[in-house]
């Protein structure tokens, strides 16, 4: 069944639904390189586990070596309930965007959810999932595994229109290379047929240009493989570029 379902995926995937429009030029896009992660690169720092054990009460934890940060951070968690211990992590990475209660109960949900995609709050998403990734690690698989995709993606053409706001472009464009069963295909037909797209910046937890030229331009990409796992399957498509609307001028 498991099989069956990849193909049906793959089949979609050759034979994307298309956002088109006549008066745009198309672009060519090609898939470059793409891979599963469990850890989002550069996710935590030798000064985030001195923080955490500073407000897990360790005694000088600057004075720990940077190779021995992450384990002393890991050991000291555990030294907690598994609820205690995410709280304390996500006290630390959500940083006040949410209230006593909200954390509360999230140290708790956390414990079986995949918050980083079932969160209604997408802005929080990448810290959700950070948060689980060390939890993870700490207790040996006790929380759940992180599932994010990181690729890279070549396109050629009129690329003028991609700004420095090229979020919102950039996830249309992923999405016509994509089925249209995919979850963004789904859940934000508006947005990707030319609606404003605020949710674009954080369904793309990583958009760095890796090279850019008069008419190319390589990007680097992180994101959840719930939202965008079905690229893999996209090699190399044509697709046009369509930004956010632009805001009118206040009268």
């Known amino acids: 069944m498991l099989l069956l379902a990849r193909?049906?995926?793959?089949?979609?995937?050759?034979?994307?639904?298309?956002?088109?429009?006549?008066?745009?030029?198309?672009?060519?896009?090609?898939?470059?390189?793409?891979?599963?992660?469990?850890?989002?690169?550069?996710a935590w720092s030798g000064t985030d586990y001195v923080n955490l054990l500073n407000s897990m009460d360790y005694d000088n934890p600057q004075e720990i070596k940077d190779g021995e940060l992450k384990e002393m951070c890991m050991m000291s968690l555990t030294d907690f309930e598994p609820e205690e211990a995410a709280k304390i992590v996500l006290d630390y990475v959500i940083d006040g965007r949410l209230t006593e209660g909200q954390i509360e109960n999230l140290s708790h949900e956390i414990l079986t959810e995949k918050l980083w995609e079932e969160y209604p709050e997408l802005s929080l998403h990448p810290d959700l999932f950070r948060a689980t990734q060390l939890l993870y690690q700490a207790y040996n698989g006790k929380f759940p595994r992180g599932e994010a995709v990181h690729f890279q993606i070549s396109i050629t053409g009129d690329i003028s229109a991609l700004d420095e706001n090229a979020a919102p472009a950039i996830v249309r464009i992923l999405a016509e290379g994509m089925s249209d069963r995919s979850l963004i295909r789904r859940l934000f037909t508006d947005q990707l047929e030319g609606g404003k797209f605020e949710e674009a910046k954080d369904i793309l937890w990583k958009l760095e240009t890796v090279s850019r030229d008069e008419n190319s331009v390589t990007y680097d990409i992180v994101s959840s493989a719930y939202w965008l796992e079905e690229i893999k399957y996209a090699d190399s498509y044509q697709a046009a570029i369509i930004p956010d609307p632009e805001e009118e001028d206040a009268e």
């Open 7 to 42: 193909i049906i995926i793959k089949s979609y995937a050759q034979e994307p639904l298309r956002i088109t429009n006549e008066s745009m030029s198309q672009i060519e896009v090609k898939v470059l390189s793409f891979e599963q992660i469990q850890e989002l690169p550069d």
